[in-house]
């Protein structure tokens, strides 16, 4: 069987489903720990927030209740969503920005800045203050610093979502438009291939995959515990830990680190012959180029 047409970021998966599902992240800066995880959930730097993981394959990652520490609906009113940051509505010299305004890791607000003398464009380095959720940055209005070192402050600056909440879109159709607070335009990718930049790996997200941050340090492996998608190793994900069969340091966790596969060929037997590569969307349902991923899990 011959590998997937492209795989590559096409308009019509960067379109899908856009900003209508929370993605599942891990700080950026740390690793999984191989612990239970707990209920609760946190960010560090300008990573997405995190959830439980609860991806199923053949479920086309948008059915099903989630819950996160994500931003609401900044239309919703109260003190804390003070501008609009689809529509930058701030003063001249201002900008709207995502922040954590209790001073914690999980952005849960929004206000306006001030826009920083030579600020950056979108896909140039810049720099934050204080931390990745203090919404003060070195970005031109309409972006935000992304995939934040927590040691230097620096990152790049990604473009933020525009058009509205519940129509969010990105100037890029090789983007898609993802998160819950902060939205934010970022590359589709292909999980098989795993064309990401040099230490981010592909994510699902929504309909499609995207490149985020490879948080999964000394951890990861297959079988692993993890807790966020991207805590697992490239070509990798973070599936509940009923996917693989007893027996894996998982088996007692929320979650474990299982591998994306190509449907039709037999590396998920490799890894453990109780499990199949099954398709990670239902018939019909896979963007253009994406119609051979599967996930290696154990068969119903």
């Known amino acids: ?3 997937p047409a492209s795989c590559l970021p096409l308009a019509l998966a960067a379109l899908v489903a856009c900003g209508h599902e929370d993605s599942t992240f891990a700080p950026q800066g740390e690793s999984s720990s191989g ?3 707990s209920s609760s959930s946190s960010v560090a730097g300008t990573t997405m927030a995190p959830e439980e993981p609860e991806p199923e394959p ?15 609906n900044p239309d919703a009113g109260g003190d804390s969503y003070q501008c609009d940051p689809y529509t930058q509505n701030c003063p001249p010299g201002q900008k709207c920005m995502y922040w954590a305004n209790d001073g914690g890791s999980s952005w849960n607000a929004t206000r306006c800045t001030d826009i920083a003398p030579d ?10 203050e204080g931390s990745g959720t203090s919404g003060i940055d070195t970005c031109v209005v309409g972006a935000m610093c992304w995939n934040v ?20 879109f990105c100037s890029d159709p090789g983007m898609i438009c993802s998160g819950r607070g902060p939205y934010l335009c970022l590359p589709t990718c292909c999980p098989i291939e ?17 490149c985020a941050p490879d948080a999964s340090g000394d951890a990861g492996a297959f079988g692993d515990s993890c807790e966020f998608i ?8 973070c599936l509940g830990s009923s996917s693989l069969p007893p027996g894996y340091p998982c088996e007692a966790a929320a979650g474990c680190c299982t591998a994306m596969c ?19 969307y239902e018939p019909g349902r896979a963007p253009p180029g994406y119609e051979f991923v599967g996930v290696c899990v154990l068969p119903e």
Do not use: I, R
Not at 194 to 210: I, K, L, M, N, R
């Open 119 to 128: 600020a950056g464009d979108v896909g140039e380095p810049c720099t934050v």
């Open 149 to 168: 070192d927590p040691d230097t402050n620096e990152g790049t600056c990604a473009e933020m979502c525009t058009g509205s909440e519940t129509e969010p």
């Open 58 to 72: 053949g479920s086309d990652s948008s059915g099903g209740e989630t819950t996160s520490n994500f931003l609401s």
């Open 1 to 3: 069987m011959p590998k």
């Open 262 to 280: 190509e449907l039709g060929h037999d590396e998920c037997n490799l890894l453990d012959p109780a499990l199949e590569c099954v398709a990670w």
């Open 194 to 210: 795993q064309d990401c930049p040099e230490g981010q790996a592909c994510y699902p997200v929504q309909d499609t995959f995207f």
């Open 35 to 37: 612990e239970e995880p």
């Open 230 to 237: 991207n805590v697992c190793n490239a070509g990798l994900m």
